[in-house]
């Protein structure tokens, strides 16, 4: 494993442009469909728990492009910053299991799972540059694409399925 995140710039530069785009539309979404967002039972967080994810993924990929960095000190980031948006997407979770938000009590539980896969890889990621072993960057890939679906499929819920 090589640690040095200049070779990841390419993953860093799309993460950050995509996160960024897709937040922007996500607000777009928020904004076209707010009365019905704002009355529906969970939507709020949904929409929460979207922008958490894009966020994420474009502080991580921030934090990968600041140059010179030890691989401690950007894992020490990483992981700071997985643990905020965890600690986010937990609050929202435990919101919505309070509430009993959704369909049925399987959907609920499939976007939770959805959600935390996604946010772990930028967990494992920090911890594995901090102890120097166990993949390293690596394990962005896998978060930063899972982060995206997951967000996506939250947006296409506030925009087309609140429809419905």
């Known amino acids: 494993m090589d640690p040095s995140a200049a070779d990841w710039q390419g993953l860093f530069l799309a993460g950050a442009g995509a ?3 897709l937040a922007g ?25 979207a922008m958490v994810l894009l966020v994420a993924v474009l502080v991580v990929s921030m934090l990968g492009l600041v140059p010179g960095q030890s ?15 965890w600690s986010i997407l937990a609050r929202i ?8 938000v959704g369909p049925y009590p399987a959907a609920l539980a499939g976007r939770i799972v959805l959600a935390q896969l996604a946010i772990l890889p930028l967990l ?8 120097g072993a166990g993949g390293g960057l690596y394990w962005l890939a896998p978060g930063v694409v ?3 679906v997951v967000a996506v499929l939250g947006a296409w819920v506030l925009l ?3 429809l419905r």
């Open 124 to 131: 494992a990621a920090g911890v594995s540059l901090l102890v």
């Open 93 to 100: 979770h435990l919101g919505a299991v309070r509430s009993r």
């Open 160 to 162: 087309i399925e609140i």
């Open 19 to 21: 996160s960024a785009a």
């Open 71 to 85: 691989p401690t000190l950007l894992g020490a980031e990483l992981l700071g910053a997985g643990l905020v948006a």
């Open 146 to 148: 899972l982060c995206l």
């Open 25 to 49: 539309l996500l607000f777009v979404a928020i904004s076209i469909n707010l009365d019905r967002i704002l009355k529906g039972t969970g939507l709020p967080g949904r929409a929460g728990e």
